[in-house]
């Protein structure tokens, strides 16, 4: 995997028709001001690793091996901001227990690589735009369906031309 520290963590990423939809999304906002998530980039994180070193990168892909979730659905039903970080997002009214339990399953498995599992609850979304004004909940006309039947781990390379955020490997889930 390389040489060097890398920037990771794992998330949902997904295929090209849904990060369509979900890009759309982004002119339902606030137009102007903020940092606007490349639509190449939309995903919704699961863990968040930071810089790993190279030592690290082979415990953590056995980690994810090891996690044995569930396929399942989850439904984007509306935008909201949070005020503290200033950003907006796009997430489920309700998180699927098979999602609640794939971010545990993955942060116990990833203790034992030296990472410390996030201690605060799991709040699943897509963030749209950073740094960006105060904007209202949305509710969507029409959820947008996200079938998910994989995870994967990202490297973040920011700087320079988008996409950011590029696959190193992936994992399927079980049906």
Same mark, same amino acid.
């Given at each position: 995997?390389?040489?060097?520290?890398?920037?990771?963590?794992?998330?949902?990423?997904?295929?090209?028709?849904?990060?369509?939809e979900l890009a759309a999304l982004q002119t339902l906002l606030p137009q102007g001001q903020g940092n606007w998530v490349h639509g190449s980039d939309l995903h919704m994180t699961l863990q968040f690793l930071g810089a790993v070193r190279p030592d690290q990168q082979a415990c953590v892909s056995q980690a994810a091996a090891r996690v044995q979730g569930h396929s399942?659905?989850?439904?984007?039903?509306?935008?909201?901001?949070?005020? =503290?970080? $200033?950003? *907006?997002?796009?997430?489920?009214? !309700?998180?699927?227990?098979?999602? +609640?339990?794939?971010?545990?399953?993955? #942060?116990?498995?990833?203790?034992?690589?030296?990472?410390?599992?996030?201690?605060?609850?799991?709040?699943?979304?897509?963030?749209?735009?950073?740094?960006?004004?105060?904007?209202? =909940?949305? $509710?969507? *006309?029409?959820?947008?369906?996200? !079938?998910?039947?994989?995870?994967? +781990?990202?490297?973040?390379?920011?700087? #320079?031309?988008?996409?950011?955020?590029?696959?190193?490997?992936?994992?399927?889930?079980?049906?």
């Amino acid at each position: 995997m390389g040489s060097r520290n890398r920037r990771l963590f794992f998330a949902l990423w997904p295929d090209d028709a849904l990060r369509r939809e979900l890009a759309a999304l982004q002119t339902l906002l606030p137009q102007g001001q903020g940092n606007w998530v490349h639509g190449s980039d939309l995903h919704m994180t699961l863990q968040f690793l930071g810089a790993v070193r190279p030592d690290q990168q082979a415990c953590v892909s056995q980690a994810a091996a090891r996690v044995q979730g569930h396929s399942f659905e989850l439904e984007i039903t509306h935008l909201d901001y949070w005020a =503290r970080p $200033r950003i *907006a997002w796009a997430g489920p009214e !309700t998180t699927p227990p098979a999602l +609640l339990q794939l971010v545990a399953d993955l #942060g116990q498995n990833l203790e034992s690589c030296g990472f410390k599992a996030e201690q605060r609850p799991y709040r699943p979304h897509v963030t749209l735009v950073r740094k960006t004004p105060p904007s209202g =909940r949305i $509710r969507l *006309a029409r959820p947008i369906t996200w !079938t998910v039947e994989h995870f994967a +781990l990202l490297e973040s390379r920011p700087g #320079g031309e988008p996409p950011w955020y590029h696959v190193v490997e992936s994992w399927p889930l079980l049906p």
